[in-house]
């Protein structure tokens, strides 16, 4: 709101407008009077302006307090031309003037989605109506309100006439709504114009928007959109050029229904479109079920023989296809379906007991949803005899197959079982009689077998020893009626009908052979006046068991007297008491009587007799006035009651004493060692122990244990036992007892990497080389398995030697020996019969030296250049002057002969042979050609020669031998000599030839 100051401007400035056009106004009106207001119209302007001006400065005060702004109205045509049109303000458009902090509404509710609440800011897009539009603006601040009026112009969409409208013949409410052309996701065709069909293709089938494309018919239709004229905002339309398209109809399909006992060969080539009427004959057909008919697109013929000869009866759907001439139609299918039907039922009867009512089902099959009723005779036999039991029939037996399962079940139930014998039968169905005609005759019923129990209790007796009563078993079956055999856990009630009380017994293990079986039944929980019982078994069920009630009559054989007598000690006895546990007798009495007698006689020291009918009693024995000894005491009972079930009238008791009869223990060697291999395969035991003196003895694991141990107890190495010594007539032990402390010998068998070794003779290997292993004592060798001769582990082996090893600990040797299988190769030793003088000039190798070497078969001759060790030398090396050592090898184990050595001289060359000659000239130019003056081949024949050579002044110049064979034309100074004649002597120092003089060229 404004202040005072601002609105006295504020007025002030609009009161001076008012003045002149007041002025102006009262200008005009003296003009008209004088021009005698000739023109009316001029005249109630003039006059409404100044009822204007009047207004507005009585008005003026009130109106410029408005904070909300006043009233307006716009008017806004072709929205859909502009996008700020999307974001337009209300705002703005407030006469007056109007502060912010308000809030705007809509006139109408609807338009509210479009308009922001806060700002006055609306998306005309969105208001896809034409016409007025009322919004206002409310200012809390002075609680005042102003309304902008929109004149909204239309927007019918944009025309669809190139082909983009599409419909298919077969939709009756197509909205045409949908072929307004938009480019503009955020703009929509106005929704309250008007549709009407173009004159060219009027149809009568338009309901406003919605178009009957299906009884119109394939075809183009126009149709014409229009929205209305606004204030200022001319009315506009939109065309609709719609093609309506042929729906594709896949016609209507029937069944063909075929009995599977039919004669099929009449439907071996069923073209399916026999079964289709009104179908357009552009479709394809498909396979719902794969049945192997329909090749490709174009085959419409089935075999409905070969069909149920592969996969038998049922439903087979074959779909035909027709497709759209266009995407806005929809394809169009039809089912035809190939019936071959089939029903097979099979009758389920339960074991029962005799008693129990018949229950008699039959579940139905059924290929395919068929509903059908029958009427049933059947017959109950026996299985085995085949004898019939029982006779029945049924009428209208309805059948209603579920749809997801194609099954049923039918139950007879007859009360009383009509079948008295028990055992195993069968049912079976003699006559099925289709009652509706739509199963072909085709319905079978399986039989079924089901045992009536008769699972038989007894009892073969009265009396019963201990607790239980002894029920028999038998005719106990499994479902198939086989004998049952095996184990099994029933659980029965067992009542007491003499004096009231039941017990439940669970989990009662029982074994059957053959159905046969025998059940412990416990009574002692009962008073013993109890005669007549029954059991009922609960479980398990459906067995035969259940079946059972029995009743029978048992008692358990009375109690017998207990008769105890106690010494206080056996071996040096003070004090003796007799003790009787006497159960009460329901008639007669008990005679006790006891007495004492040496056991080494006969005659009675000690007699006494008590006579009563039941109860506990404790008598002490005076045995003071006996002497030491060895004594028997004889406690006896007669009873003479009348319980039919008691079967022992007299008991007797008996125990023997000493008085002063302790033995002394027995003698042995406190430390004992066992050799374990001695016993293998078993271990010394207790009674191995050797005693010196002793009998009847005990062994203890202690000095103080009471529990002796059994005399084949195992020994343990490191232990030591007890022992004491008894009294054979009363098994007095000796107070003391000797002890013995055990050693055991462990041995271990011999362990080897190698019991079949190889050796080289030339090892010399003996049975310390052997790879014998002894765990923890030494290896002693033998030539036997089990005895043998012992052998110095320095022998020798031999070849195919047999040698056996075994631990030795102690002298303790084991029970076992490790056998060793040795061989040892020996290859022969080369034999040389050649010479060995030969010519280095022949460039002869050991090769051929091995052909005067003589042959062995199975080994590889190899050459050495040494005696032991040394490098091997290959065949093809040429000779020289050195020895050389030929030997065997085995080429297995690289075993060797003994190595013959032959020494090998390359001198003895004939110069004959060999073309020698002594040069008569040289050239020592240093050419590379014949610089140098030797004597080929000399050294071969002549190894000691000696050549000087000397000038014609008979001075030498060279002294040359096989060391030094070459001149190279130099003085004894070194300085080359001039070329001319020389003269030399060769002394040949061989054979006592003469030496040789000539003459040497030198040339340069």
Known sequence: MRNNDQNIIYISIHFSYYLIFYSFAVNNLINLTLDTLKKKRVFNTIIRGIMIVLCSIICIQKSYTQCAGADNSVIICNKEQDVNYQTYSLFNQLS?????????????????????????????????????????YTNPDCGESATITVFLGGYPGENN????ANACSGSSNVNLFTFLDNNLTDLAADSNGTWTEHPSTVTGLLDEEFFNAEAAGPGTYTFIYEVDAVETCAAETATVVLEVHREPDAGNGSDLVICDNDDLSGFINIDLFNLLTGEDADGIWEELHTAG?????????????????????????????????????????????????????????????GDQPLVININYDISQVLLFSHDLEFEIRRVGTDEVVYTNSINNVEVTPSAVTLSDTFTLTIPTNPITEKGEFYITATVIDDITGLICDSLTIDDDSFVIYDVQLSTNQLCFDGSDVVVNISNYVDSLNAPVNGTININYTLQDLTNGGSQDIENQEITFTNGEAQLPVDISGFPRDSKQYNITITSPNDTGFDCVDFTFEASLV?????????????????????????????????TINYEVRRTDGTDVLIDNTIVFNGGNADFNVDIATLSEGDYEIILTSTQNDTNPCRTQFDFEVTDTFSIGGVPDPPVLDENQTFCLANFFPNVPTLSDINITSGDNLTWYDSVTSTTPLDPNTLLVNGTTYFVTASNALSNCESS????????????????????????????????????????????????????????????????????????NVNGCEHHTKLEFNVTVITPPTPEFTGETGLCALDNLTLADLETQITSVTGFDLLWFDTNEGGNEIDNSELLGETTYYAVYVDPVTDCESPRTAITISLSDCDPEDYDFFIPDGFSPNNDGVNDLYFIPNIAFFYPEYELEIFNRYGQSLFKGNLSRPQWNGTNASGSEVTSGVYFYILRYNKDNLTPKQGRIYLSK
């Open 293 to 353: 008919q329909i090749a490709d697109v174009t085959d419409s013929e089935i075999n409905v023989q070969e069909i149920f000869n592969t996969h038998g009866p049922g439903e087979y759907h074959f779909q035909y296809t027709v497709f759209p001439m266009h995407g806005v139609c929809s394809e169009d299918t039809e089912i035809v379906r190939i019936i071959i039907p089939q029903v097979s039922g099979a009758f389920s009867v339960n074991n029962i007991c």
């Open 558 to 590: 009375p109690e017998d007297i207990q008769l105890e007598i106690l010494v206080d000690n056996n071996c040096n006895a003070t004090e003796i008491k007799v003790g009787v546990d006497a159960p009460t007798l329901g008639d007669g009495n008990y």
């Open 96 to 136: 007056g003037a109007p502060t912010a902090g308000g809030t705007w509404t809509s006139e109408n509710p609807i338009n509210n989605f479009a308009l922001n609440n806060a700002t006055g800011v609306v998306n005309l897009w969105s208001i896809n109506r034409f016409g007025e539009h009322r919004f206002t």
């Open 161 to 164: 006439i190139n082909g983009g």
């Open 736 to 807: 003391d007892r000797a002890f013995v402390n055990v050693s055991l010998t462990t041995t271990a068998d011999i362990t080897s990497g190698n019991t079949t070794p190889t050796f080289c003779s030339s090892d010399a290997a003996t049975l310390a080389d052997l790879d014998a292993v002894a765990a923890t004592g030494v290896v002693t060798w033998y030539d036997a398995a089990t005895g043998g001769t012992n052998l110095d582990a320095n022998t020798t082996l031999v070849d195919g030697g047999t040698y056996f090893a075994v631990e």
